[in-house]
Nanobody, 115 residues
Framework: QVQLVESGGGLVQPGGSLRLSCAAS????????MAWYRQAPGKQRELVAR???????NYADSVKGRFTISRDNAKNTVYLQMNSLKPEDTAVYSC?????????WGQGTQVTVSS
């Protein structure tokens, strides 16, 4: 049974940083494609960052240079380091895994950027 558990969200001031974690079980993070998505109120869910099994990464234009996706194979965990946060980054952030034809989601974690 695949399970993705996100953590690390919270309230942060503009310009601050947060690191989100996605702890995976039932799959191996470096053998699948792992991604972070976000959904703000009244908006569609959007891809934030993705890392493939080969280690290639891609980012939404709005977060390039500020966010970094990475993984720790030993901990079977994927991270999203978010720096220089802006109010428009406020959203529910969800971890996604594509693993042998399956598409799996975590429950999401709220990130609020506000002074």
């Amino acid at each position: 049974q695949v399970q993705l558990v996100e953590s690390g969200g919270g309230l942060v001031q503009p310009g601050g940083s947060l690191r989100l974690s996605c702890a995976a079980s039932g799959l191996i993070v470096n053998l699948g494609t792992m991604a972070w998505y976000r959904q703000a109120p009244g908006k569609q869910r959007e891809l934030v960052a993705r890392i493939t099994s080969g280690g290639s990464t891609n980012y939404a234009d709005s977060v390039k240079g500020r966010f970094t996706i990475s993984r720790d194979n030993a901990k079977n965990t994927v991270y999203l380091q978010m720096n220089s946060l802006k109010p428009e980054d406020t959203a529910v952030y969800s971890c996604n895994a594509v693993w042998f034809g399956g598409d799996y989601w975590g429950q999401g974690t709220q990130v609020t950027v506000s002074s």
